[in-house]
């Protein structure tokens, strides 16, 4: 059955790492959740096949949200990316905090057009793997 994205939410930690405090970003938009494995291939001249093995494991989110300049996890976002910090994020779904990991922002922006919404759009990068949030 699908589901609605409206009910998928990225959190960001605003405790600390032995006390979580899961915060919404608020005014969310779009979250992309991605995950992928590169391939190494093992082919050799015995058979035309191709012959793969799994290689590295990545993922990465980015966000869109209206830019909300006063917003608790916004500014969490913004602080460990101007301090070159990992934050810690976790993926809601359904009120639900499943899986939490720990990130480093690539990129943030903000976007101010004339006559329409303020946006931001952020970009990190999964340091290792997520878990599941006990």
């Known amino acids: 059955m699908s589901m609605n994205g409206s009910d998928v939410l990225l959190m960001v930690n605003t405790g600390t790492p032995e006390t979580p405090v899961w915060t ?3 005014s969310q938009r779009d979250v992309t959740f991605e995950e992928s494995t590169e391939e190494i291939d093992v082919s050799s001249k015995d058979e035309r096949a191709k012959r793969v093995l799994a290689g590295r494991y990545s993922a990465s ?3 869109d949200a209206l830019f909300v300049p006063d917003d608790t996890a916004y500014s969490a976002l913004q602080t460990a990316h101007r301090a070159g910090d990992l934050i810690m994020v ?3 779904v359904n009120s639900v905090d499943e899986e939490s990991a720990t990130a480093l922002i690539t990129s943030m922006s903000q976007t101010m057009p004339d006559q329409d919404g303020a946006t931001i759009s952020v970009s990190l990068t ?3 793997t997520w878990s599941a949030v006990v």
């Open 126 to 128: 999964i340091d290792g």
């Open 24 to 26: 919404a970003v608020g």
């Open 61 to 63: 989110v980015s966000l």
């Open 90 to 92: 976790a993926r809601n």
